[in-house]
């Protein structure tokens, strides 16, 4: 079976990058070094595959019990720990645990590995907590990263990145496969909700962002995790948009998107990496020694480890057919630069490698090298000290503040695509026909990696959570709700009787979007909204009562024939465990939507360009025309723009570019603005984009408050991928937009 994050000076962030330089700590410590080698000196060969093992914890599962308690199995376990010196575990063996069982079955495999083997050296678990410990029953669930990128705050995302470093740790787990670093560029594909957007800067501050929060200055703290970034390099833009299938990315555009979000949680310090399951360029990337050794660490001078992805090496030769056999596929993979198998659940990587070793074929100095840097991983993380949980976490657990975070988080990502004639926010004393499949359900609302693999078992979920349906309830009173599902995401079930219901309401609110999926199983052949959600809108739209919809998806569905019938339509994402509470108090008005997609929503299924197109892109007999564009975001208040100032018309590129505008609330709620830089290089040697996003700051304002804003920039951001692949800053003029606004400037 399948296993189971006044003036302001916004964020003069002049590299592209939140890193600062205290996270980056990596400056050779001569006292690990040495212990490292030391340990090295000490280790046999099967000792080092050992380590280079990972296998899954299904691998070593024994019974659950009858109150969910999952048992490992002795015997199994010593197997793996003993007998083929395994030196890392994945994974919640099928679903969530509690923090007491997860005590137990990190305290049980390290007492294994600390006092039955040789030398005594820890497991480093690794899980996929991608949006919380959301392997952990009870834990702090936060919307996807696409929604959190949505909310333009940055410290929320590192903040939601310490919580979740704090709630995994407390687990007893000090390793997080997470963030996802690739850009959400392809819509179709079905993980576009777990990356922060198409957008390379945005990617890459949220990113760094996260893995800071979740490594802090020092990964030995009991409150941190080890980070992994992944998938590098290019996993997310499938040509056919269909999950692990091949990527078509040209080394210039490799490096001026793909790479920089890789490039800044490097420069965070991310202590180790996964690589893309699948190919680009039809080299496999578990192969590409270009990849995982020339740019990664040659370039980028990542110094920590590189895990597989699921079941990888062995797919080297059974899907991508680069290898012949599992031998040379282990050989391929760990040559390339692999320094850790995610095997996942067998013996076999370890048997090949150890015999490619002794057969001469694979050096022992390759081995040493990836052992001492899981190993350096072990060191940094404390693990060699105490490789044990610290029970006293469990009282910081899943706190009131936390959820309160959450919620914060849910709520600022919220993003109001439309709003006609003010039809939101609802009057409390309104009668509402709530329809549609994503109503009811708190799976929906939290998306796949949550409790189980899938994310889509609804009984699993934590009851006294609310629904969007049980919010809207909670507010308006159960009496002013009607209910009625009409539909699922496949079939229909009763769409007259919501019409009937919707002759005695004063307004509809349509929960539409998709089932949970993760992963493969969530591929689709067509972008459009299932027929069964836009006929329920259609036959809702002849009754003439207003209609709201709100959107609650990973991928931006086409809903083109619908748009017209609503007279509001909010994107909620997956917004977590917390989103049904942030969709009814926007809904109300308790909450004034501030987010802005982070992703161009389209209006055709077969048309997707995203914002920083090409002119040609734009230009007729083309022309761009998405259904919202990237950045788009409504507010129940007003704001102006005015004043952009730069403080030089003329500049060489060493020089500073100070960059100021103006706010003002021109409404009468507060409300959250995101405001955006985007610069445009007007002539280059290699086509420049229409614009790119270069700043992004969000600001909070009362009714009739004015900040200021200021930006720098610097020859970072003046810099694109030149026709010899190298970064180039080229003279001429450049323009600035910041709210309808811009300005130019020239580069000498
Ligand atoms: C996914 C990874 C994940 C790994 C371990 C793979 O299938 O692609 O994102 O970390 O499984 O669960």
């Not at 103006?662 to 420049?688: F, H, K, W």
């Amino acid at each position: 079976m399948r296993k189971f994050a006044i003036t302001i000076v916004a964020l003069a962030l002049l590299s592209q990058t939140a890193g600062c330089d205290s996270m980056r700590t990596k400056a050779a410590d001569k006292q690990m070094e040495s212990k490292i080698e030391k340990l090295l000196a000490k280790m046999t060969l099967e000792e080092k595959v050992g380590q280079m093992t990972q296998v899954t914890l299904e691998v070593v599962a024994g019974q659950t019990t009858e109150d969910g308690w999952l048992k490992l199995d002795k015997k199994k376990l010593h197997d793996a720990i003993v007998n083929h010196h395994v030196g890392s575990i994945l994974n919640c063996g099928g679903q969530a645990r509690s923090v007491d069982n997860w005590h137990q079955i990190i305290t049980q495999i390290q007492e294994l590995a600390t006092k039955q083997t040789r030398l005594g050296i820890p497991i480093i678990y690794g899980i996929d907590a991608i949006h919380g410990a959301n392997y952990t029953l009870g834990a702090t669930i936060f919307p996807q990263h696409i929604a959190m990128a949505a909310t333009g705050n940055v410290d929320l995302v590192r903040t939601e990145g310490e919580i979740t470093a704090l709630e995994v740790r407390a687990s007893g787990i000090p390793w997080n496969f997470s963030p996802v670093l690739g850009l959400g560029r392809n819509p179709i594909w079905p993980r576009l909700w777990e990356t922060f957007g198409e957008d390379a800067y945005i990617a890459s501050v949220m990113g760094a962002a996260y893995v800071e929060g979740q490594q802090g200055s020092d990964i030995s703290q009991p409150t941190k995790v080890a980070a992994c970034m992944k998938h590098y390099l290019g996993y997310s833009v499938p040509l056919s948009g269909k999950d692990r299938t091949p990527a078509y990315i040209p080394e210039r555009q490799l490096r001026q998107y793909f790479l920089k979000p890789f490039a800044a949680a490097v420069e965070a310090g991310v202590e180790t990496v996964m690589a893309n399951s699948s190919e680009i360029n039809g080299i496999p990337v578990h192969s590409s020694r270009f990849l995982l050794v020339d740019l990664l660490r040659g370039e980028l001078d990542f110094d920590g480890f590189v895990v597989s992805d699921w079941a990888d090496i062995d797919n080297l030769y059974k899907r991508e057919m680069v290898a012949k056999d599992q031998r040379q596929a282990v050989k391929m993979a760990v040559m390339a630069g692999i320094d850790m198998s995610m095997v996942p659940y067998d013996y076999s990587f370890y048997d090949h490698l150890v015999d490619l070793v002794n057969s001469g074929e694979v050096s022992m100095s390759r081995i040493d090298q990836a052992v001492a840097d899981i190993l350096r991983v072990k060191f940094r993380l404390g693990l060699i000290e105490n490789p044990y949980p610290n029970k006293q976490l469990k009282e910081q657990f899943a706190t009131a503040a936390s959820r309160q975070v959450n919620l914060q988080a849910a709520r600022e990502a919220m993003t109001l695509l439309k709003n006609e004639n003010n039809v939101l926010p609802l009057g409390k004393n309104t009668n509402i026909l709530v329809t549609g499949p994503t109503a009811n359900k708190l799976s929906v609302l939290n998306g796949g990696w949550t409790i189980i693999w899938q994310g889509d078992n609804e009984a699993l979920y934590p009851q006294e959570k609310s629904t969007i349906l049980e919010a809207i309830q909670d507010k308006a009173g159960a009496g002013r709700v009607e209910y009625i599902e009409a539909v699922t995401f496949d079939d229909e079930l009763d769409i007259s009787g919501a019409v009937t219901a919707a002759g005695r309401a004063d307004v509809i609110v349509a929960c539409l979007g998709e089932p949970t999926y993760c992963e493969t199983p969530g591929n689709i052949d067509d972008l459009t909204l299932s027929p069964p959600q836009i006929r329920l809108v259609q036959e809702l739209a002849a009754t003439g009562k207003p209609i709201v919809m709100v959107l609650v998806e990973g991928r931006p569905r086409v809903i083109r024939t619908i748009v017209g019938h609503a007279g509001a339509i909010l994107m909620a994402y997956l917004p977590g465990m917390e989103g049904g509470q942030a969709v009814a108090d926007v809904l109300f008005g308790d909450a004034n939507p501030s987010g802005k997609l982070p992703i161009t929503y389209p209006k055709y299924s077969g048309w997707y360009v995203c914002y920083d197109h090409k002119k040609s892109e734009e230009t007729a007999p083309n022309k761009y025309d998405p259904q919202w564009p990237f950045g788009h975001g409504l507010s129940y208040t007003t704001f102006e723009y005015n004043n952009l100032q730069l403080d030089k018309n003329q500049l060489s590129p060493d020089h500073t570019l100070t960059v100021t505008v103006s706010i003002s609330n021109t409404g009468s709620r507060r409300g959250g603005e995101i405001v955006q830089l985007y610069l445009s290089d007007i002539v280059a040697t290699v086509t420049p984009p229409v614009k790119s996003l270069k700043r992004f700051s969000k600001v909070y304002l009362k009714p009739g408050e004015t900040q200021t804003v200021e930006f720098k920039l610097g020859r970072k951001d003046f810099e694109f991928i030149g026709r010899d692949n190298k970064p180039v800053v080229e003279p001429g003029q450049f323009k600035i937009s910041i709210g309808g606004l811009t300005e130019t400037f020239e580069l000498r």
